[in-house]
């Protein structure tokens, strides 16, 4: 964190004094080297810090650091398909989201990769709870159980499920597992994480949802407002009585 305070984001005449100090070629391989380094963290799943990548691969470079992020996201663009979003403007974190899935094209369940397909069945159920979950509902472990996945057992594919779920899905941004205040024993919530709202269309799961009990998405009131972006009847009224 203390990184990141150090880190003034430079102005455009700092930035085009700093660009007229280096070769082209210096610039490109920088560059290459923070694509590489995004690629990387993205293998995991993992939100990438503007600290860390000032510190680690930008380093002497942080006067042009605006330049080479929007050359980087230019590369991940066009050579890759990929698009870089920043997830927390507050902590500064960015993530790759790839392109042919932006939020209205995404599938809400990918056969190939099983660990996603879970963790879209966990955000199926927090989307459709009102966007919270508390753990002793038992809804997220009883939901995991009916895809015959048992977060008390070691799974052949999936290791320690409840670790899956509380821990890496959550430093991937995926999940937040908030623990709720003045609880005794303590307890936790669910809810979606940074990298979810990114990535995956409530649209979808809705219509996803829909297909799964043979419903029309539109009977789910709340949700399908929420996954369309409309107003509730009661903002709609407050508005619409403001413009008048």
Known sequence: EDD??????????????????????????????????????????????????????????????PEILKRAARTFDQVFGLKLVEIDPKNKMYILVNNLETPDKASPVSPSNPKMGLLLAILSVIFMKGGVVRESEYLIWNTLRKLRVDPGEKHEEFGDVRKMVTDEFVRQRYLEYVRIPHTEPIE???????????????????????ELHEQDPKTWTQQYRQAHSLPNSSQASTSSSSQR
């Open 188 to 210: 936790h919530e669910f809810r979606w994480g940074q990298r979810a709202d990114a990535e995956v269309s409530k649209a979808k799961i809705l219509e996803f949802m829909g």
């Open 4 to 65: 990141d305070a150090t880190f003034t984001q430079p102005s455009t005449s700092q930035v085009q004094r700093g660009l007229e100090k280096l070769t082209p070629a210096q610039v490109d391989q920088k560059t290459a080297e923070v694509v590489q380094y995004f690629l990387v963290k993205d293998q995991k799943k993992m939100p990438v810090r503007r600290a860390d990548l000032v510190k680690h691969v930008v380093k002497d470079y942080r006067n042009i650091y």
